[in-house]
């Protein structure tokens, strides 16, 4: 808006008075990306977020903590391979590097899955989303988005880099490219199938509580307790003999059913203590991982159609 303001002497007595005139306004002639340029930069913040990008060194301490102490495994089984050269067997392999970290990715997405929702219902900012170009469900899909492909990353970096130092560390390269490459296929699956079942089911449970605490509690609470029941249910299964319904105890747990889906595609036997005596047919995990991803996708979903804004 552009604009000059007069004067004028008065008489005495006479009340002085401003004049506005040449008054305009400069219309916006950029290019307008609309609904799609508004979903892919909250999904891009919210990405940045994850990780504490942009934010104080503090918001960083946790997010890219984890992300180096689940690369640590994988620098031990690279360094471990270079100086053993296959004499002995790997404890630290594609097909368990899951099992191995799935406690870290819990830790994450407790910290971050409220951090990225709590903070906008804090500060009531919800409104200023949704009366631009977002809809209501653009919201929490872009942060179930980014959620996702942070712990992606943390998923498949480790596993990137064992794969990066079979290949280079091997007598002949190219032979062990071509000796590694099926496994890839089994790494991004697994790795996604966690990704998206975790971060489900955090963002699903954040969104009903604006408190950080809070949320973080139950996010713990639901992990950790169903993966405590899973265990009882499997020993007291093999106390009775090994009643058929302990077969179904991985089941209570997200973490333990993602680990029978990562050793179905790994085609290996999974191991803990709440897979019990028996393992489950692969597709069975498959299906109760979406079941997982759905539910916890849809509850996020509604909580949003209906939340104060």
């Not at 100086?83 to 799935?102: A, C, H, L, Q």
Request: glycine letters at 8%; charged letters at 15%; one cysteine or more.
């Amino acid at each position: 808006m552009t604009g000059q303001f007069a004067e004028r002497t008065t008489a005495p007595g006479e009340v002085q008075a401003g004049s506005i005139y040449d008054l305009g306004y400069q219309h916006y002639e950029g290019r307008r990306l609309g609904r799609a340029g508004a979903l892919r930069a909250l999904y891009n913040d919210s990405l940045r977020a994850c990780f504490g990008l942009g934010r104080s060194g503090r918001a960083k301490i946790v997010p890219i903590g984890l992300t180096v102490i689940a690369l640590l495994p994988a620098a031990f089984a690279v360094a471990l391979e270079a100086m053993v050269k296959g004499t002995i067997p790997e404890p630290i392999r594609y097909d368990n590097y899951f099992s191995t970290i799935v406690q870290f990715l819990v830790l994450f997405v407790a910290a971050q899955g409220p951090e990225l929702l709590g903070r906008d219902q804090r500060h009531h900012v919800l409104p200023l989303y949704f009366s631009r170009a977002l809809d209501r469900l653009d919201y929490p899909l872009a942060k179930l988005a980014a959620l996702t492909t942070a712990l992606l990353i943390v998923s498949i970096l480790p596993q990137a880099t064992i794969f990066i130092g079979k290949v280079l560390g091997g007598a002949d390269p190219i032979e062990a490219l071509s000796e590694n490459l099926p496994a890839v296929p089994p790494i991004v699956l697994s790795s996604l199938a966690a990704s998206l079942v975790m971060a489900a089911i955090a963002l699903a449970i954040a969104a009903f509580t604006p408190r950080r605490a809070y949320a973080t509690a139950a996010i713990f609470a639901v992990f950790y307790i169903s993966l405590g029941v899973s265990v009882v249910v499997a020993e007291t299964a093999a106390e009775s003999g090994g009643s058929a319904w302990g077969d179904y105890a991985p089941l209570i747990s997200p973490t333990a059913t993602l680990e029978g889906l990562t050793a179905w595609l790994f085609d290996t036997t999974p191991s803990g203590d709440a897979f019990g005596l028996f393992a489950l047919e692969g597709p069975i995990y498959l299906a109760m991982a979406a079941a997982l991803a759905v539910v916890g996708s849809v509850l996020l979903l509604w909580r949003y159609r209906r939340i104060p804004a």
